[in-house]
DNA sequence: GCTCAAGTGAAATTCATTTTCATGAAGTGA
DNA sequence: TCACTTCATGAAAATGAATTTCACTTGAGC
């Protein structure tokens, strides 16, 4: 039972009071989980046995069950539909800037194609060599980190932050690579350009960007994240949560897509780690 | 209120039987949150107004209101009490992925010490130039991290991840200098080394790394963050959402630390930006 | 203009939660 | 050892909240 998408009726099967219902709880999620079905019934100008029905239709067993359900979604989630005001105390900031984090990784829970993970994590893990691309700062963390993840499983990867690089790349590019490329906009025309010279050159394009840009239309296989950003221009955009756990997700797709050749890699570098640090075994692979 | 706490019991404030809830409460989240205070009575071998008394104890309303504060929690923050299991479908995967990065953050926000933070952020921000040292993957995304934020802020400053490199640059270091460190074991004697000559030139030493650990007693600010790590060898490691989460905070503090610098530096750079791609101004700054 | 289906709220009913009160256990001081 | 107090607990009563029933209204379709 999935009450978020319930309650933002796509299927048009509310009636007029509870569409109103709808709307007013996803305003007010913490008057809600806090009131009597009276008070709910009240303050949204219904009756409580319209609140019943209501819970009822969104597939609750009933008013107390619905409030739960709601709680669950509050802590994430919900937290868009509050304004952002330009808080100031490091708390504040703190609370902001986590839940915000939360809500990106829970649209992007909601978002994902787990079938292009798949067609990704096979057409990665049968690359002779992967070569990604990435700029400006987002995406470049981006394609590292993914770097970071694929080398311990045996691939073979390369990954470039540098334009005017790239494009000797992509003009020198051998047969058996996959190019993975990274935009957070879509709008990357430098990225877009390399990723046409590979095109022409029959290399797999596995782009993770936005639905629809110029960077998702070169592509084979597209991850879109398409995600609202805040109007706070001091804070870092919480889109990179999102991308960092679809990369974190492809990256364990890739490993199971062989688990044996990425065992024996993780096993190995473990045993490196382990000979030239302390001997500490607990210890992540990597710090 | 915090239910987490009240439901651990700190301060020995439960009675006998009440422990014995709390202790259900927490192994049985889905059951309660589901039930009736009867059935969870019976359930729990304890009668109803025990149930009530006990959820009044913990600073809620009433059983309601209790089962309401359980749902918020167990969405986050429960799910470290579920046993890994060595799931294999994408989905399974992406669930896994998300809800544990979900729970670093909320642990992070739980965790962090905002006074840290702040002291932090004054020291960056009054520091001629900021050293930053990372290195082995994820410590290495960190300070890149902390790079890619604070130069936007008008600070001058050099993220470094080779160690051979990291030590010519201590031995090297200029009053006036601020040194930041990031390390996720704590453990990284190389890190530790090139700190304490830091500190033998009298160069002020913030980091982020567990705490009580060797990089942290180098330290003038720590910046603590003790997750544990799950099993799953195949999984990057969720203490990285954390650690990215605790940089955005602390970036966003060193830019609230000197607004009019931060936001003519940011300024220029969206103008430039602009300038060179297609005058959208919507677009973050950085890909 | 009639019929039927769907939507809605008032009142009645049911059910869940809380309060009251009595009991017993554990500790305290004479 | 014996009152005495305090606290924890559950049975039963009382309260209060949610749901069902039923009657009324509205609007679409014939």
Redesign the pocket.
Known sequence: MDLFHALSDEGNRL????TKLARFALENVDFVVNS???ELAEKAG?????V??F?RRLGC????DFKVQLAKLAYVGMRYLTPEAPTATAEEVAQDIVSKAQNALFELHRQLDLAAIEKAAQLLRGADFIQAFGASGNSAMIVNELHNRLFRLGCRMNASNDHNMNLMISASVQPGTVVFGSSFTGRDMGLVHCLELMRQRGIPIVVITQHGSPVAATADVVIGIDLPEGKNIFRPTSTRYAFLAAIDILANMVAYADRNTSLKALRSIKEELVRNRDGDDRQLLGD
């Open positions: 009636s007029a009071l509870e009597s079905i009276v219904v009756s409580p046995p319209t019943t029905r819970c067993q009933g008013y107390s």
